[in-house]
């Protein structure tokens, strides 16, 4: 168990639908990243929160947004789903977001969220 | 443009033969260069951060190593516990992303 809590682990649904993914980090870490991760493709990097403040932005659709909210746990939503956003969705903690002087940070992983849409 | 590129996409060893990994990365300055280890269905785990040209870390059998330009991933006398994909993901210094490489699939035949 690697500390960070992601669920749903599993979910189905159809294309046009919206679902929300959580993400609790480990306790301690203040930063909050999310990726997405399909069969043909790498870790693609979705956006990053750090204490409630958006930090950086990747390739994330509009139809996706994200929060952070006080207690640190996360929200990733996907909206007007359609077939190619079938994917695993991971969420990773680490405990400072970015500062200039800082060392680098080590992210750590939750098992994912998978989505099929079909 | 910062990115990873990492070599071969998969490779396929005997059990105790020895090989590595390659991950070539371009960054506009280098935080840190990290080693993750995923296997099916489940998030990447870490094993190394490297921060510097020349630095060197161990682990049990893997050893990772750091030029100016790339990263290899040693792996010394393999076991078929050792099979997964081997990630390799850079931070830069100029922002807050970490950029993945689409890994090395590592199969090790007993």
């Known amino acids: 168990d690697s500390g960070v809590t992601q669920t749903p682990k599993h979910l189905i649904t159809a294309t046009g639908q919206r679902v929300t993914l959580r993400c609790s980090p480990r306790s301690g870490d203040l930063s909050v990243y999310w990726y997405q991760q399909s069969l043909d493709q790498g870790l693609q990097f979705l956006i990053q929160y750090y204490n409630g403040e958006e930090r950086a932005k990747g390739n994330i659709l509009e139809r996706f947004s994200a929060q952070q909210f006080p207690d640190l746990h996360s929200e990733l939503n996907l909206s007007s789903l359609e077939l190619g956003d079938s994917a695993l969705y991971f969420c990773?903690?680490?405990?400072?977001?970015?500062?200039?002087?800082?060392?680098?940070?080590?992210?750590?992983f939750g098992a994912g969220s998978r989505l099929t849409v079909l | 443009e910062d990115q990873v590129t990492q070599s071969p996409e998969a490779l396929r060893l005997q059990e105790g033969e020895s090989s590595s990994l390659n991950c070539s990365y371009t960054v506009s300055g280098l935080r840190g260069l990290f080693w993750y280890r995923q296997d099916p269905g489940k998030g990447p785990e870490f094993l190394f951060t490297l921060y510097s040209a020349g630095e060197e870390k161990e682990k049990e059998r893997l050893k990772a190593t750091l030029t100016k330009k790339e990263s290899f991933l040693h792996i010394t006398a393999p076991k078929p516990e050792d099979s997964a994909t081997y990630l390799c993901a850079v931070q830069a210094n100029t922002g807050n992303q970490f950029y993945f490489g689409t890994g090395t699939s590592l199969t090790v035949i007993p």
């Open positions: 990773a903690s680490s405990v400072k977001g970015w500062d200039r002087g800082n060392g680098a940070n080590v992210l750590t």
